[in-house]
């Protein structure tokens, strides 16, 4: 006759499987979403007018930069008012490559890349010293100094001062028949899909817990052995490349870059789009890029005088209705559904 440590050791093991295979079935389902989501998004340049082929491929470009805000503020806990520099460091890498050296826009992305996370690193080793608000006004001086350092007449060879440089579009390779537009949405779709997995598998692993670690509670991060400066460093330059390869990716597309591009506007439209897809959520990066990209197209529709303050109005709306963003929307009508008839 069993005894009961037997009978429930058995109802353990049940319920460990059930949660096992509930946490399989999710899984699943979040796969199949996501296959099925970057086959409609494959399919919508062929279908689609080229200017909202471009306005798409700009949602992506977007949705790259909050990806990288987003690991930093909101799994990282550093608040950064200052990406714009470095989607302008991208951008300009990209473009004095392609512009002076001649140099094949795909190659630019990973240059790109080294070089953002270079300079977000460094810049996250002395803003170490701050936290918080403190932070974020040293990163607001960055974002307000860039576009002043690129009109300096002694850049002014490299970046074209105050004019700034003028891209050559790609053409689609091995002569594929798609226009520009098509091939460029194509490629953007391949670099954002891959930078999207890397971000979610990267907040999984260990580094990704002690990131999360030091923004819940530093003092008990540290005290488990993280090394609380490196991993602050190291998430600001990860922050950093993933801003760098949005910028590339949008000189590559707009063709176009000056310094007037880039000033703290785009680094606060970058932290409204983290806030509304919401923090601490990836998928939300893309809801917050097609907001801060067509919102204000509405909102000068709707009022051309006073298109700002109907875009604050809507914000203001959108954040009474949906405070935690689309990242809380989603888990209120997640529960709903998964609540059990009564």
């Known amino acids: 006759m069993a005894n009961l440590d037997d009978i429930a050791s058995g109802f353990g093991r049940t319920s460990d499987r059930g949660i096992d295979d509930g946490r399989s079935r999710d899984r699943q389902v979040s796969v199949a979403i996501a296959i099925g989501t970057v086959a409609i998004l494959a399919l919508l340049p062929f279908v689609l007018h080229s200017f909202f082929v471009f ?3 700009m949602v992506m470009i977007y949705a790259i930069a909050i990806i990288g805000l987003n690991l930093l503020t909101g799994f990282n806990g550093q608040l950064s008012l200052g990406h714009a520099a470095f989607y302008a460091i991208g951008a300009y890498t990209a473009a004095i490559m392609m512009d002076s050296f001649g140099v094949s826009y795909v190659w630019t992305l990973p240059a790109a890349a080294v070089i953002c996370f ?6 996250g080793l002395p803003a170490l010293r701050l936290d918080g608000i403190y932070l974020a006004l040293a990163t607001f001086a960055l974002s307000v100094a860039t576009p002043q350092i690129l009109k300096i007449s002694l850049f002014e060879k490299w ?15 091995l002569g594929l028949p798609l226009t520009q537009d098509q091939w460029l949405y194509v490629f953007t779709l391949a670099v954002t899909s891959v930078m999207y997995v890397v971000a979610k598998n990267l907040v999984r692993t260990r580094t990704g817990r002690a990131m999360m670690a030091i923004r819940d509670n530093p003092l008990a991060a540290r005290s488990m052995g993280i090394n609380n ?25 707009v063709q176009f870059v000056a310094p007037d591009s880039f000033t703290i506007y785009l680094s606060v439209a970058l932290l409204v789009g983290l806030v509304v897809g919401g923090v601490g959520w990836l998928p939300g990066a893309f809801f917050g890029a097609a907001f801060i990209l067509f919102v204000p197209n509405v909102a000068e529709h709707l ?21 935690g963003g689309f990242a809380g929307a989603m888990r209120l009508a997640s529960s709903v559904l998964k609540k059990p008839p009564v």
């Open 303 to 323: 009022s051309k005088g006073l298109s700002g303050a109907a875009y604050g109005l809507m914000l203001i709306v959108l954040m009474l209705v949906m405070p």
């Open 118 to 123: 270079v300079f977000g690193f460094l810049f």
């Open 229 to 253: 400066p490196i991993y602050k460093a190291v998430t600001f330059g990860v922050s950093g490349l993933y801003t760098g390869v949005a910028g590339a990716l949008g000189a590559i597309v």
């Open 55 to 57: 306005q798409v491929t």
């Open 159 to 173: 970046t074209g001062g105050v004019q700034g440089l003028v891209i050559t579009k790609p053409d689609p390779p």
